[in-house]
C-alpha cells in the first residue's frame, strides 16, 4: 500500500463513449459512484474521460456495464503538492530539469497532481532526488 503522503504510482482508466453529449460525464461519475467507488479524481477532454480510482477493477466493471469504452490504462504518478502559489510549478520543472516528458496531467483530490509519463519511476526519482 502506498503512503499516499509521498509521491506514488497509481492508475487511471480512461474511457470514452460512442455518443459526446450533455451529460456523459454526469454518467460516469454517477455510475462509479453509484458502484459506491470514491472517485479520487478525473479529467475530461475531447470525450475521454480519465477516472483515478483506488478500486480500478470496480470501475472498469460499473463503466463497460454502463457502455463506456475503456481506451487506456495508464500508469500515473500521484504527487501531493502544498496548496500555494508555484507549488505544481516547481514540481514540473523537476520533471522538466530531468527531461522527461509529460503525457497528460490533471488535480485530483486533496492537492494532488496526477502525471502520466512513460517512466513513472523517472518521475518520482526527479520529483523526490
Known sequence: M?????????ADIAVTHDHDRPGVLAKVLG???????NIDGYNEMGG???VLAVDLAAARKCLTAAG???VQEQDVVVVPVADEPGAAARV???IADAHINVRYSYLAT???L???SSDPQAVIKAITG
Open 2 to 10: 502506498a503512503d499516499l503522503d509521498q509521491p506514488h504510482v497509481a
Open 31 to 37: 455510475c462509479v459512484s453509484a458502484a459506491g467507488i
Open 48 to 50: 475521454v474521460v480519465h
Open 68 to 70: 463506456f469504452r475503456e
Open 92 to 94: 514540473f520543472q523537476r
Open 110 to 112: 486533496g492537492n494532488r
Open 114 to 116: 496526477v502525471i502520466a
